[in-house]
């Protein structure tokens, strides 16, 4: 044989063995041929063995199946794609011709007045799916499968309603409908609404008709489905008895294919549903498990135990005498599971929610640990000025309310003035719709002339809602079940205005369509949330038509998180109850009661007389904010969650006062390829290298279950008729659906506008491009979750450092030492999750080869990657021989310590010290009364978790607050049981002191030096 026909031969059999190896993997048959791989199969078989079509199984590769969580995912299908639900979802309607294949996996889609898809094609098969909620809405005859079936419709359910709705689709052409059950109020039609089309004559039309086989339903005054006998193979209609039998269950287990979702029965309501079978009682419920006849399987699944009552009948179930003995089972449960909590630990800063919770719901706390908390929070705010996180003060003031305190006055300090004149208020959503709910609880008196009056702050908050009727947790985000009830909690006394009244209503919609017909928010919270909404604004979630129906509403979803003995779980999979989902809903259940009880809204706590103040009592007055300055900043533009690299590598950019941070990002692209306004940035032009060019970390794609990788992106990218920018442009929704460009100030995110963000001297900017998680890709943490699942290393300082060698690269590059380091420290930046080791050791590499080569390096500002500036440090006697020295920070205190001997593999450790440590009892022996210690903590340096003491002479910075720059402060130092007292300069809001011991500090108040919040009563 010759050379040109063996790898002709070779050819051919590696096609055959691809060809066979991609069937095997996928298992999927070809859909179109379904229909007529059946009507051969029934040539062929005997009356007694007829085999069915048989649902499809899922590809063995997970890499080849769409994981679906919500409905924007099923927009731009693919054909033969294997698309699969991983749970529940709302649907408001697409005009896909779908002909992928949907594996609805047992789940269900609501529907929202109109068709999932607007037809089924031949290559089309849609299987193990619940329909439910509404179609026909917009006037036409329409089924969840919208138009026309031409494909595959398996192993489904419809429940679907309406005047116009029909219960699968208007008609069928060639398709085939097997093993499906319909029994909803669809007026059109129970199956379909008419069959081929009229205009087509007989032989055509019988050509095209295909088969409903083994299917069931519930028959409507319009059914045309009785007269059309060639179209049903053991297919029929049935009472309604007949469809809620086990006899049925059986029938459609039997023929629901080895990939079909097992049926059962629903012991609620009887009708067939995916899930475990159950004992269906006509006339009776269990429990207060909720019905759910839209998707029992939801509430079958949980582990949790409802609470159990005395079965009562259906139409019996809204007595508000049961839903209040529920509610009251509900409350009890989560406040002794809160009670319990802090049994032998008692109350301190911090544990605000569960005072508020429990004193607002009745409950008694001894007034021994009530008096420890509040001098714990009076210990606290002795701290705070006007950067204090707004959140931590509502929370506080709404506690110390229901203790009937005076907010205005605590021991001097009103709390109410550092939010109506806080500078952080606007930055999320949570801040603005705390503050009127803490103003309003009592009535608090605000001064006109602060700088948040409750007219301003209800004026802000209109402007947040989307277009959804929903509210984000910041501008312009995407809406939250739970923050848009907050928001809506906060501006019930306001809504006799028609603007707010029309926000509340809109909102009031969103939260409807977002919680579904089985009325649950997807965990406690949201669902809490969503019931103290309506119960504050005078709506009986038990009986309200929008979300309750005669079998399930709010309250009895609420209950069903509760697990009998432990208390409320956050998800009903969480293996153990949670302090907060029993705070939510305590609180949810509680204002429940107040509404059902006519007592006051929930929101509304007793009357506190505001002790009156001598005239010379000063408001806190925030100080103006300082001038900005000329300066220079470093700037990155970063693709690295593409595999794209840098598309502007770190440099030194000058600004001027007045400058922001949109400014310096066209300053590094060039003003022409920037897309988008000030607000936000949409799409950078020439940044994208291409799909070719796309290559997805590994970390990423472990993310989630619905995490991209690089085939899925480039096939995102490819899709037909896909909103795109531009060729080159890389922007929002690029390559993925929440992919966009993101900026971190000094490694933390400012919640800015980068047209707000003012630079400050030194500050490194970066622009990173996130393809996942809405940022999760950048920080490692997926929204909602606390602890990180995956640990992305710090390169701030290093980026800092490759700028200053950019700034000269051509020069210093020459240098052959230099050159690799510096090379060597480009390869590490893009890997996102290199092990911070490797990271700090290239940065020390690069540090000692700049060094050498350039003979000077200039000191950097110890950085604080949680404020936006940083403590000066002055310049060095003799800057030509400084080496910079390496800086350690602690996020949570925003200590820094900077020294010539630490290295990075150190860490420092920070433990606040209590009135119990010994080193605060020297303290305060050595102090008068009249003085303040604050910002107690005991300070550590450790390295491989072994504390080194040997670090000679260290600079300490200590945060305290930039009213006091410029002056001099004295710190306490305790050390191995002796007390000193050194004095600091404040630089930019830090006191600087140098000491060559650590352990314990404090920072001395002089009643004298006190301005502002810290003014005392005269």
Not at 361 to 382: N, T
Not at 538 to 559: C, H, I, P, Q
Not at 911 to 916: K, M, S, Y
Not at 944 to 971: A, C, F, Q, W
């Amino acid at each position: 044989m010759s050379n040109s026909k063996k790898k002709q031969t070779h050819r051919f059999v590696s096609m055959l063995l691809t060809l066979s190896l991609v069937i095997t993997t996928v298992c999927v048959p070809l859909p179109g041929l379904l229909l007529d791989t059946y009507a051969s199969d029934q040539k062929e078989a005997s009356t007694e063995s007829k085999r069915l079509p048989q649902p499809v199984q899922e590809p063995e590769d997970e890499r080849q199946i769409v994981k679906i969580t919500d409905e924007s995912q099923l927009s731009n299908t693919k054909k033969g794609i294997y698309y699969q639900l991983q749970n529940d979802i709302i649907s408001t309607g697409t005009d896909e011709n779908f002909q992928g294949i949907l594996d609805g996996n047992g789940h269900t889609i609501t529907l929202k007045g109109k068709h999932l898809f607007n037809r089924v094609e031949k290559d089309g098969i849609v299987q193990n799916v619940h329909f439910s909620g509404t179609v026909g809405e917009q006037g036409v005859e329409d089924g969840p499968l919208g138009e026309v079936i031409r494909g595959a419709v398996l192993n489904c359910s419809s429940a679907v309603t309406g005047a116009n709705a029909v219960g699968f689709a208007k008609q069928m052409e060639g398709g085939i409908l097997s093993n499906c059950i319909a029994y909803g109020k669809a007026e059109k039609g129970a199956i379909l609404s008419i069959y081929g089309k009229d205009e087509r004559d007989a032989k055509e039309k019988k050509a095209l008709k295909g088969k409903i086989v083994s299917t069931y339903w519930i028959p409507t005054d319009k059914d045309p489905l009785i007269d059309e006998k060639d179209l049903l193979e053991g297919s029929t209609q049935k009472t309604e008895a007949e469809l809620k039998s086990k006899e049925l269950v059986k029938i459609l287990n039997e023929n629901k294919g080895t990939y079909g979702t097992t049926w059962g029965q629903n012991g609620t309501t009887g009708y067939p549903y995916f899930g475990e079978d159950q004992t269906y009682q006509p006339e009776e419920t269990q429990g207060i498990t909720p019905a759910d006849t839209e998707n029992p399987k939801k509430v079958e699944e949980t582990k949790s135990t409802p609470i159990q009552t005395t079965p009562v009948k259906a139409k019996e179930q809204q007595n508000p005498a049961d839903i209040l003995e529920m509610v009251k089972k509900g409350k009890d449960a989560a406040a002794k599971y809160l009670l319990d909590q802090h049994k032998d630990q008692g109350y301190q800063y911090g544990n605000e929610w569960e005072i508020f919770s429990l004193l607002r719901g009745g409950y008694s706390i001894p007034e021994q640990e009530l008096e420890a908390y509040y001098q714990s929070v009076v210990k606290e705010v002795k701290t705070w000025n006007e950067t204090v996180k707004p959140t931590d003060v509502e929370r506080v003031l709404l506690t110390l309310l229901i203790m009937k305190k005076d907010i205005t006055n605590i021991e001097g300090i009103n709390l109410a003035s550092f939010i109506s004149d806080s500078p952080k208020l606007a930055e999320g959503s949570n801040e603005l719709c705390w503050a009127l709910l803490a103003f309003d609880a009592n009535g608090t008196n605000i001064p006109k002339d602060a700088v948040w009056t409750r007219e301003n702050i209800v004026a802000e908050l209109l402007k947040w809602q989307n277009e959804d009727g929903g509210f984000p947790l910041f501008l312009k985000g995407e809406s939250g079940i739970d923050t848009t009830a907050m928001v809506l909690q906060s501006l019930v006394p306001y809504q006799e205005q028609t603007e707010v009244k029309e926000t509340i209503d809109k909102g009031l919609t969103y939260l409807s369509n977002a919680i579904g017909p089985t009325f649950d928010g997807g965990n406690t919270q949201a669902t809490a949330q969503v019931l103290l909404t309506l119960s504050v604004l005078g709506r009986d979630a038990s009986t309200d038509k929008e979300f309750s129906t005669k079998e399930n509403n709010l309250v009895m979803s609420l209950l069903t998180y509760l697990v009998e003995g432990e208390g409320f779980q956050y998800t009903k999979d969480s293996k153990k109850a949670n302090p907060m989902a029993n705070i939510q809903a305590l609180q949810a259940l509680d204002a429940y009661e107040h509404f059902a009880t006519n007592q006051d809204r929930y929101w509304n706590l007793p009357k506190v007389e505001e002790n009156k103040q001598p005239q010379s009592q000063q408001e806190l007055q925030v100080k103006p904010k300082p001038a900005q300055k000329d300066g220079k900043v470093v700037v990155s533009v970063e693709r690295f969650t593409i595999g794209q690299g840098y598309f502007k590598e770190p440099v030194l950019v000058s600004f001027q006062a007045g400058e922001t941070g949109l400014d310096l990002l066209k300053k590094v692209i060039g003003a022409s390829n920037y897309v988008g306004e000030d607000t936000n940035v949409q799409g950078i032009k020439g940044a994208d290298e291409g799909s070719k060019k796309i290559a997805i970390p590994a970390y990423i794609t472990k993310m989630g279950t619905d995490a991209p990788t690089t085939e899925s992106v480039r096939t995102y990218y490819e899709e037909e008729g896909k909103e795109r920018f531009e060729a080159g442009t890389l922007g929002e929704s690029t390559y993925f659906p929440s992919s966009g460009w993101r900026y971190t100030v000094n490694g933390a995110s400012p919640m800015l506008e980068i047209g707000a963000y003012e630079p400050k001297d030194g500050d490194v900017v970066r622009f990173q491009y996130t393809l996942y998680g809405q940022g999760a890709d950048l920080t490692g943490i997926m929204q909602g979750e606390e602890q990180p699942s995956v640990v992305i290393s710090d390169k701030n300082p290093l980026t800092k450092l490759l700028a200053e060698v950019n700034e000269k690269k051509e020069e210093l590059l020459k240098k052959k030492a230099l050159k690799e380091a510096y090379n060597r420290a480009m390869e590490l930046m893009p890997d996102m999750t290199a092990p911070q080791e490797k990271v700090d050791a290239a940065m020390e590499t690069l540090q000692e080869a700049l060094k050498k080569e350039e003979g000077e390096v200039k000191p950097e500002n110890p950085q604080q990657p949680e404020q936006s500036e940083t403590p000066e440090q002055p310049q060095t006697p003799d800057e030509t021989s400084y080496v910079r020295p390496v800086v350690l920070t602690d996020q949570h205190s925003g200590i820094i310590l900077t020294g010539h001997n630490l290295e990075r593999s150190m860490s420092l450790q920070v433990t606040p010290l209590t009135n119990t440590d010994k080193q605060v009892e020297l303290m305060q022996n050595e102090v008068s009364k009249a003085q303040w210690i604050v910002r107690l903590n005991q300070i550590q340096l450790t390295k491989n978790g072994t504390e080194i003491t040997d670090h000679g002479t260290v600079t300490l910075y200590l945060p305290l607050s930039k009213i006091y720059t410029g002056s001099r402060m004295t710190v306490i130092h305790c050390v191995n049981g002796k007390v000193e007292f050194l004095n600091g300069e404040v630089i930019d809001g830090f006191v600087k002191i140098e000491v060559p011991d650590l352990q314990g500090f404090g920072i001395i108040i002089e009643p004298s030096s006190m301005t502002g919040i810290y003014k005392k009563i005269a």
